[in-house]
């Protein structure tokens, strides 16, 4: 009977494996390497019998992939950036805190191949674990599918972020754009706040940088601080492009 169970759990996580990659829009030609990334040792160590490969080779693999991508989504995307800016934001987007975050948005701990144990003490909401599972379908897809598909993958879910200015908390990007105008001689940098919202314990700031008074992005914040530094990540990004 026991074999049946597995048998059958085997069945459902394949099911769910499929609609994994329908709703990202991607297909493996070797579903092993994607039943593989999401196996933890826990598993492996229990179903000794059958032939199991645990992910943490492939996690190896996907933590080399991830730095290299990524490393070459911000040296295309900011010119700007120094060696010095560009090491500090790749160690803040391939973090632990940043893959779990990846990890969660795409529901990887449903899809998680747990031993009991693991299971019963929380592993499919371990960050550890689920940051560890996102660096192994990382590696996965690689193998499959080579660096092109790699790069659409994190078009989709990590990219937009760094667009966005999730990691801007590391970075000092008011200083990078005072700099670039002085040297450049642009003008006049001015910062406003244009909106406070919400209540006293969760509010919101609106902020714009205007170059010469005239807009050259704005930012969203739970601080003034905040928005100031996400709206001159903007301004930098805008300046990348007309440079």
Sequence with gaps: MARIRRTQKEVIDTIKYEQFQERLGIKFTNLSLLIQAFTHSSYVNEHRKRSREDNERLEFLGDAVLELTVSHFLYKTYPMLEEGDMTKMRAAIVCEPSLLLFAQELSFGELMRLG????????????ALLADAFEAFIGALYLDQGLETVF???EKTVFPKILQGAFSHVMDYKSQLQEIVQRDGLGILEYVILEEKGPAHNREFVSEVKLN???????HGKSKKEAEQKAAHVALTKLSKTN
Excluded: I, M
């Design 152 to 154: 659409r993958f994190l």
């Design 116 to 127: 009991k144990g693991e299971e019963l003490t929380g592993g499919r909401s371990r960050p």
């Design 213 to 219: 008074n005239q807009s050259l992005g704005r930012g």
